[in-house]
């Protein structure tokens, strides 16, 4: 009875205690049980950690595979730390760049049973993930990032969508940085956005207006001039048989032999002539009517294609402009040659979960000596710095020192005009030997993982649908900005499961349907 009643006991604890207490008892009863060689490992397992000052808005995570921690930065150093546990054997934590692309504070798992996930902050839309999780001292997870649910639950009103997250492979951290390639800001430009934005903006919506206005006139004319076809058809059949009516009269007075028969023909031949004649009057004149509507439709239509054509150069503008008041993000890859600009519009996917990217700048870069390793390097500007900016590297690929990196590669320069002015704080330049990972999509920033490590969590989960890429059609239904998607058809993205030696790229679009499930 004893017994009994000490289970009962401990059970209804358990349920008062919710899945945290329970992972504490389990805990408590676990480190009870430790061999004095299990007690030295577990001592060696990171700890829980807040830095003893003022913390700022996070700025970027470094995950440590090795170490099984992850770090959270603000503008002047670490802010939070904490241990974590990353994807077992076969189903690997992907080491690379990524960004906090989604957040669900009580999420429920749709591949594992429904398993609870509070706190999730999701990188990747295939199923990679942040979130609370039970920690046993080593990884173990099916390739998301569990940390300590009061930690996850502490740090979740925190962070905001694009926040930089970097999976290492090894301890990474950022060390402060200078180079001449990185952003200097020009604070006049800066000073000039909001109102340049409203001009443009309210530019493109009187271009929007204009080019709507066209087509519909154009439209108008199109439907006017829809008839004209028929009408002039049923004219030219008529002629055709008063034409024949009157080659048979024709045919009949040459034939006649009698008087009689003559003069029959004759009038016959009149009243078909007199016909004819008439057919052909209307026909020409409706010829002469329809012409001014043909001409009509030809230029309502060019009128329209003009219109557009400026509509889509204001909206363009509109957008710039708008967007210079947002961090930004450059990508450049040794793999493609090419370099990707991304910032968030902050607009909600229209399919649901996350925000749209703009992805309207993709280039080509010129790189010295491509066929030697660049490595990959997380340049971030972490803050203001006089005039200019103040930036930190994180390298968790050397492939090459970060500075000869940078030295490496020749960007165009009319990109850097048209970025570098505006650049803010939370900016970043991303250099690697990888292509952007087909994750990579409108509702993400730029996600890319290192193929030389293992990634089994990422390849086991299902590759999300074709990219969909936000047009320039309007901000908010009808404004400028983004208005509709259509699919990226970028033969340049890595496979969500490569298998490479160095210098050997693979690239495939996914078709798979989209999978909303991570672990």
């Known amino acids: 009875m004893k017994n009994r009643l000490t289970t009962a006991q401990s059970t209804s604890a358990m349920r008062r205690w919710g899945p945290p207490g329970i992972v504490t008892l389990a805990a408590m009863v676990a480190f009870a049980v430790l061999t004095p060689a299990g007690a030295a490992k577990q001592a060696r397992q990171p700890v829980e950690a807040v830095a003893p000052r003022q913390a700022g808005e996070p700025i970027m995570a470094i995950v440590s595979i090795k170490s099984q921690q992850v770090t959270f930065y603000d503008a002047d150093g670490w802010i939070l730390r904490a241990p974590v546990s990353t994807g077992t054997t076969g189903r690997e934590t992907p080491a690379g760049v990524f960004a906090v692309i989604e957040k669900d504070k009580d999420h429920h798992s749709t591949m594992y049973d429904d398993a609870w996930m509070p706190n999730m902050q999701r990188i990747t839309w295939n199923g990679i993930a942040l979130h609370g999780g039970p920690l ?23 962070t905001n969508i694009g926040m930089r997250v970097i999976i290492s492979p090894y301890d990474s951290v950022p060390t402060e940085f200078s180079h001449p390639s990185l952003f200097v800001p020009k604070p006049e430009a800066i000073a000039a956005v909001p109102s340049r934005a409203d001009k443009l903006s309210a530019e493109a919506d009187e271009a929007i207006r204009v080019a709507d206005e066209a087509k519909k006139a154009a439209s108008a004319a199109a439907k006017e001039a829809a008839s004209l076809p028929a009408a002039l058809r049923k004219l030219e059949q008529q002629k055709a048989r008063a034409d024949a009516e009157l080659a048979f009269a024709d045919k009949t007075l040459a034939n006649a032999k009698t008087d009689q028969a003559r003069a029959k023909a004759e009038e016959l031949k009149q009243k078909a002539a007199a016909k004819a004649a008439d057919v052909a009057t209307q026909l020409d004149a409706a010829k002469t009517a329809a012409q ?131 650049a803010l704080p939370r900016s970043s330049i991303i250099i690697s030997d990888e292509p952007l990972s087909s994750e990579t999509n409108y509702r993400t920033e730029f996600v890319a993982v290192l193929s030389d490590q293992p990634q089994g969590g990422f390849i086991t989960r299902k590759p999300t649908a074709p990219a969909m890429i936000a047009s320039d059609d309007g901000w908010d239904n009808g404004g400028n900005g983004f208005g509709f998607f259509f699919q990226q058809r970028d033969p340049y993205v890595q496979p969500a499961n490569p298998r490479r030696q160095r210098g050997q790229y693979q690239y495939y679009q996914s078709t798979q349907p989209m999978q909303r499930s991570w672990w």
């Open 292 to 422: 001014p509507k043909r001409d009509a439709v030809a230029a309502t239509k060019e009128a329209a294609k003009a219109a557009a054509a400026r509509k889509a150069d204001a909206v363009k503008a509109a957008t710039d402009a708008k967007l210079a008041g947002e961090p930004v993000s450059v990508y450049i890859s040794r793999a493609t040659q090419k370099l990707y600009v991304r910032r968030n519009t902050h607009k909600p996917a229209p399919d649901g979960g996350g925000e749209v990217f703009d992805t309207s700048i993709e280039v080509p870069v010129t790189i010295r000596n491509p066929e030697q390793p660049l490595g990959t390097h997380v340049f971030t500007a972490m803050a203001k710095s006089g005039t200019g900016l103040r930036w930190s590297v994180v390298t968790i690929e050397n492939g090459d020192e970060a500075r000869n990196a940078l030295d490496r590669i020749t960007i165009p320069q009319d990109v850097w005009d048209r970025i570098g002015p505006t």
């Open 136 to 158: 046993p001292g080593y990884a173990a997870s099916h390739g998301c990032v569990r940390m300590p649910f009061g930690f996850a639950e502490n740090l979740f009103d925190k």
